[in-house]
């Protein structure tokens, strides 16, 4: 028996991932996921296992249990999940640095596919969840709940970040403002049941590939409704590499022109790779490409908010991706 994770992370932001959970190994089989405290029922990991099982998804530990007990004032609440163990498993935080530094970009054509199929799987309906829903209304630039929830995202990190940081970042504020607008046509984008905090940390390189882990949704966004555009996890996915371009830098001091180039190709070859993958899976509607800008950025207003909170000598790393994009 052992208390580490499955492909527990060494880097900056990894060593925050799952901070509030314990999971211990039994056996080299099973992982038993505790979560301390326990959460409200309902949960988003019991009915996700659900769905992805009904619907032949094998591309994560596989989910066998979950365990829940009833509080004192009747509710229920979720104890523990029980999932497969995966031998040899290392989280993206460790082994997508590595590739960072070595130069490596085959594995994003792997990423973009996991993604793909992923998304593809939740747009498949089930007993647990519905096909692609819409919205009621059409989204108009400026109005949309998706605006509403980026400007929040902004003010919060000018609001947070301070120093040389937070003067670069408000003297930006109307440029970011403008990109975090998604475009009037964003009304017709399907919505589907998203992973909500997919990055590379939750993406396990293990003995037989690559495997998707922890259907928690995103904790530094209360209440967000979980059905929502496949542009958002692919951004936030995106991003991600980006995030561990700047760790390579950092913790492995390697070149920052030369790490440039390694996540634009890196990027790009996922997001091509997820395209065509949806397409041959019969969902290429799934993705409304001009909503990734937008989600991006508001991404990296919320690792700002993180880093704020919780962590913040992980500042750097959106920082360093928004110097990039805004000079």
């Known amino acids: 028996m052992s208390s580490t994770g499955q492909?527990?992370?060494?880097?900056?932001?990894?060593?925050?991932?799952d901070q509030t959970n314990h999971s211990v190994i039994v056996g080299e089989r099973i992982?038993?996921?505790?979560?301390?405290p326990p959460a409200p029922l309902p949960q988003p990991a019991?009915?996700?296992?659900?769905?992805?099982t009904s619907v032949g998804f094998t591309a994560t530990a596989t989910p066998y249990a979950s365990v829940s007990r009833r509080a004192a004032d009747g509710s229920e609440l979720?104890?523990?999940?029980?999932?497969?163990?995966?031998?040899?498993?290392v989280d993206g935080w460790e082994w997508c640095v590595d590739e960072a530094v070595s130069g490596g970009t085959s594995f994003a054509a792997?990423?973009?596919?996991?993604?793909?199929d992923l998304h593809a799987a939740m747009a498949t309906p089930s007993a647990t969840f519905p096909g692609p829903v819409r919205q009621a209304d059409a989204v108009r630039a400026g109005e949309s709940p998706w605006s509403l929830r980026a400007g929040e995202a902004l003010a919060e990190a000018l609001a947070l970040t301070g120093g040389?940081?937070?003067?670069w970042l408000a003297e930006r504020a109307d440029a970011l403002r403008a990109d975090l607008a998604p475009p009037a046509s964003a009304g017709a984008t399907p919505l589907i049941r998203i992973h909500g905090d997919l990055h590379v940390g939750q993406v396990l390189r293990w003995r037989d590939g690559y495997a998707v882990i922890d259907f928690d949704g995103n904790p530094t966004v209360a209440g967000a409704d979980p059905f929502q555009p496949a542009a958002r996890d692919l951004a936030q996915l995106t991003t991600s590499l980006e995030h561990v371009g700047q760790v390579a830098i950092r913790r492995r001091d390697a070149d920052p022109e030369v790490i440039?180039?390694?996540?634009?190709t890196a990027r790009a070859a996922l997001e091509?790779?997820?395209r065509d993958r949806l397409d041959e899976r019969g969902h290429a509607a799934l993705l409304d490409r001009s909503l990734l800008r937008p989600f991006e950025i508001e991404q990296e207003c919320r690792e700002l908010v993180y880093a704020a909170r919780h962590l913040p000598r992980w500042r750097y790393a959106p920082m360093g991706v928004l110097r990039s994009r805004y000079r």
């Open 7 to 17: 492909g527990a992370g060494s880097a900056e932001r990894g060593i925050e991932v």
């Open 31 to 36: 992982v038993v996921k505790w979560l301390t």
């Open 46 to 52: 019991p009915d996700v296992f659900a769905h992805l």
């Open 78 to 89: 979720l104890v523990a999940l029980v999932t497969a163990y995966l031998p040899g498993a």
């Open 110 to 116: 792997d990423l973009g596919v996991l993604a793909a």
């Open 164 to 167: 040389e940081d937070g003067d």
């Open 260 to 264: 440039a180039g390694w996540s634009a």
């Open 272 to 274: 091509s790779a997820y």
